[in-house]
Nanobody, 121 residues
Framework: VQLQASGGGSVQAGGSLRLSCAASGSTFSNYVVGWFRQAPGKDREFVAAIKYSGSTYTADSVKGRFTISRDNAKNTVYLQMNSLKPMDTAVYYC????????????????WGQGTQVTVSS
């Protein structure tokens, strides 16, 4: 599975961005796709994940502001980010693993290249 993340950019606090993660190379079924982020000097942090069925799990730190969704026909997963805060500034990565949503980044087998999100106050 190859993953391509896109959609990052620079916005002011309170703004919105939508990230996309396009998958190719293998059937998309049975894969969980997750979004993680990593700020400078910090560990990689789980943001949200979605199963092929559409079931989701979102970290408390972004719940109510970020929404994950997927279009299986397009092999693409989205992360809609609203009410962005400076603390959301990080490189955002999408990743894939089979079957189950797990928040630990070490359990994901495939990774995209990352896209920078910068939120200014």
């Amino acid at each position: 599975v190859q993953l391509q993340a896109s959609g990052g950019g620079s916005v002011q606090a309170g703004g919105s961005l939508r990230l996309s993660c396009a998958a190719s190379g293998s059937t998309f079924s049975n894969y969980v796709v997750g979004w993680f982020r990593q700020a400078p000097g910090k560990d990689r942090e789980f943001v949200a994940a979605i199963k092929y069925s559409g079931s989701t799990y979102t970290a408390d730190s972004v719940k109510g502001r970020f929404t994950i969704s997927r279009d299986n026909a397009k092999n693409t997963v989205y992360l809609q980010m609203n009410s962005l805060k400076p603390m959301d500034t990080a490189v955002y990565y999408c990743a894939a693993r089979k079957y189950y949503i797990i928040t630990s980044s070490t359990t994901y087998d495939y990774w995209g290249q990352g896209t920078q999100v910068t939120v200014s106050s």
